[in-house]
C-alpha cells in the first residue's frame, strides 16, 4: 500500500492553495511527497494550460506569459521551493527547472517567440547550489550567450554530481556490451 502518498487532500488547504489549485502546482506539491518518501529522481512537466499552448508562445507570447505562464510557475516553484526548506530537505534535493531550448529573440509575425537553441535560461536550488548566482550572460537581446556559456551536457554532468555521481563515470550498456560515458559535460563549478 502506498499509505495515502498519492491523497494530496492530506495536506493541509493552506499548503495546498499556496502550491496553487492547477495542476503543476499540485504536480510540484505531489513531487515534493515523493522525494519525502525517498524517490530519488522526479519529473514534473508543465503540462497545465487554459488560455496558452504551454511555454510553446509561437503566438501572443506576452499575453501568455502574464497571464498564465508564468504566474502559474512563479506560484508553484516558490511555494516547492519554501515547502522544501522549511522541512529541512532544500540541501539535500536538487531543483531544475528548464525547458528544452530558449525562444528567439525577435517576436514574429504573431507576437510570438519560435524556438532558438543557441541561448536559454535554467534555474538550480537547492541540493548543494549556492544559491543567488547568476551565471554566465548574453548579449542585449538574449541571441547567444557572451560569458561562461555552458550546453546541455554541462547540465547533466552538474546534476550528476549534485547526486553524487561521478559525471565521467564510465557505464556498460548490458544489451549492446558497449561502455559509455554517464556525461561528456563539464560539472558547472560556479553552481556549487
Not at 497545465?48 to 516553484?77: A, I, V
Amino acid at each position: 500500500s502506498d499509505g495515502g502518498l498519492f491523497e494530496l487532500e492530506r495536506e493541509p488547504q493552506p499548503l495546498r492553495e499556496k502550491y496553487g489549485q492547477h495542476r503543476f502546482g499540485q504536480s510540484l506539491l505531489m513531487a515534493r511527497r515523493l522525494v519525502e518518501r525517498g524517490v530519488s529522481m522526479v519529473g514534473v512537466h508543465f503540462n497545465y494550460m487554459s488560455k496558452c499552448d504551454g511555454w510553446d508562445t509561437h503566438k501572443d507570447n506576452f499575453s501568455c506569459l502574464r497571464g498564465e505562464l508564468l504566474p502559474l510557475l512563479d506560484q508553484g516553484l516558490s511555494a516547492l521551493l519554501d515547502d522544501l526548506a522549511d522541512r529541512g530537505m532544500l540541501d539535500e534535493t536538487l531543483v531544475v527547472c528548464m525547458g528544452e531550448f530558449g525562444r528567439t529573440p525577435k517576436i514574429n509575425n504573431n507576437a510570438g517567440r519560435d524556438h532558438w537553441g543557441q541561448c536559454g535560461s535554467v534555474v538550480f536550488a537547492g541540493g548543494g547550489v549556492q544559491g543567488g548566482n547568476v551565471i554566465g550572460a548574453s548579449d542585449r537581446i538574449g541571441a547567444v550567450a557572451t560569458e561562461s556559456p555552458v550546453g546541455p551536457p554541462d547540465i547533466v554532468a552538474s546534476i550528476y554530481h549534485a547526486m553524487g555521481l561521478n559525471p565521467h563515470a564510465v557505464i556498460v550498456d548490458p544489451r549492446l556490451g558497449r561502455t559509455l560515458q554517464l556525461s561528456e559535460g563539464n560539472v558547472i563549478r560556479q553552481l556549487f
